[in-house]
């Protein structure tokens, strides 16, 4: 689940509007799968379980950089997906090893 919340910053006098999504339980559930064995040949493998709100962020971190994605299943944003889960930062994501 997704929250949404919007409040008055006095000082800086503007709203802030802010997303937030309990990743906990899918981070956990990576870490568990990552001990489970797969067929690394097998067509249909579990490669990673990225939470929603990664992929908004990463969306509009592509969308700030002049790309226009229209969908989300496309091949712009595979490629986008692909890079952020070869990067060690996002090793987390992952559930192959």
Do not use: C
Request: glycine fraction near 2%; charge should be positive; aromatic fraction near 12%.
């Amino acid at each position: 689940m997704i929250v949404n919340r919007a409040h008055y910053d006095a000082p800086e006098r503007k709203f802030i509007f802010e997303r937030w999504q309990d990743v906990e339980p899918i981070i956990e559930n990576n870490k568990r799968l990552q001990n489970t064995p797969q067929d690394r040949k097998a067509i249909w493998r579990h490669t990673a379980s990225i939470p929603a709100i990664f992929i908004e962020k990463w969306l509009q971190e592509a969308w700030e950089r002049g790309q226009r994605i229209t969908t989300i299943f496309g091949e712009e944003m595979e490629k986008i997906i692909q890079q952020k889960l070869n990067d060690p930062d996002y090793r987390f994501l992952r559930v192959d090893k």
